[in-house]
């Protein structure tokens, strides 16, 4: 069956466990993003180099150093470059212009990733990435503000074009490189990217270190709260998702999964209205039937595309 069903399994099941991101942070208590960060990918890291050793001392997940040089770049684009991103562009721009710019990434994904591929026509991506742009647009437009600094903003929307290239990027040649290299099981993959992510979380505290305006430590009260949620986020949302994407990597066609990645949104706005208890506004269910409404349209297109591509 075109695409493989196994595949839109793994691909929605980890972007349900990526929309658990929206909400876990709400729960740490009062520590700031950059610290979440960094207690995420410190617990990704060291879940990852406690898996590695084990499998290792097995006789398994032994790779030559190429493939750690392309795990410890691959790991950085994902992680730092991505999420420090997103951070600056929170700071600067506003959350719903961040939301909206970094949503644009299935298009983004698609579109470059059948530019590398060439799986399927252009014109087939047109209809559901002009659906996702619009549902895009419903959603977040309840959310603009103004804006009090222009130069801040403009460098909000920079952060989020770096984000959005940067998540693009990785997502692409991420599957290229997977597809490429059958040998590397989805789970040692996802193991790798983990043990070279413990050395951008040392660099990125020695920066912070250096250059924080701040060099008195924070007081906080719930630690407790920090540890369990950095370890959902490090083993559940980073390990676990990054195990599940790797799988439909192996499945999907790359402009397919891209749209996927939507429902990442998707499942986010479900945990906060669930958890707020509420039923979001008819402006952003209105938005959120486009973006389904898009991504069904897409498999159809793709499954469409690959069936002819398999008889010719």
């Known amino acids: 069956m075109f695409p493989s069903i196994k595949g839109i399994i793994f691909a929605l099941s980890a972007c349900f466990i990526w929309g658990m991101i929206f909400v876990i942070p709400q729960y740490m208590g009062d520590f700031n993003c950059l610290e979440v960060a960094m207690g995420r990918y410190s617990f990704y890291g060291i879940i990852s180099a406690s898996i590695f050793i084990v499998e290792y001392c097995r006789g398994s997940c032994r790779y030559p150093l190429k493939i750690w040089s392309k795990a410890l770049v691959f790991s950085l684009m994902s992680t730092f470059v991505y999420y420090t991103s997103v951070v600056l562009a929170l700071r600067f721009s506003t959350p719903a212009v961040t939301a909206l710019i970094l949503g644009i990434s299935p298009i983004a994904i698609a579109f470059y990733g059948n530019w590398k ?51 693009s990027w990785y997502v692409v040649a991420n599957a290229q490189f997977l597809k490429s290299h059958p040998e590397i099981s989805s789970n040692d993959w996802s193991t790798l990217m983990g043990v070279t992510t413990i050395l951008w979380v040392g660099l990125f505290g020695i920066v912070l270190v250096l250059f924080s305006q701040d060099n008195a430590p924070a007081v906080h009260s719930d630690w407790t709260s920090f540890f369990i949620g950095s370890a959902i986020l490090g083993f559940v949302c980073s390990w676990t998702g990054a195990f599940l994407w790797n799988r439909a990597s192996y499945y999907l066609p790359v402009s397919l999964a891209g749209q996927l990645t939507i429902f990442e949104t998707l499942f986010g706005l479900l945990f906060v209205y669930s958890i707020a208890q509420e039923l979001p506004p008819l402006m952003e269910c209105l938005g959120i039937i486009l973006l389904t409404g898009a991504v069904i349209y897409g498999i159809r297109v793709s499954t469409h595309s690959t069936v002819q591509h398999a008889i010719t």
């Open 117 to 167: 591929l060439k799986e399927c026509s252009y014109r087939s991506l047109m209809l559901p990435s002009l659906l996702i742009l619009a549902g895009l647009v419903m959603i977040n437009m309840p959310h603009f503000t103004a804006v009090d600094s222009p130069l801040e903003y403009v460098l909000g929307l920079l952060c989020s074009m770096v984000a959005l290239m940067a998540w």
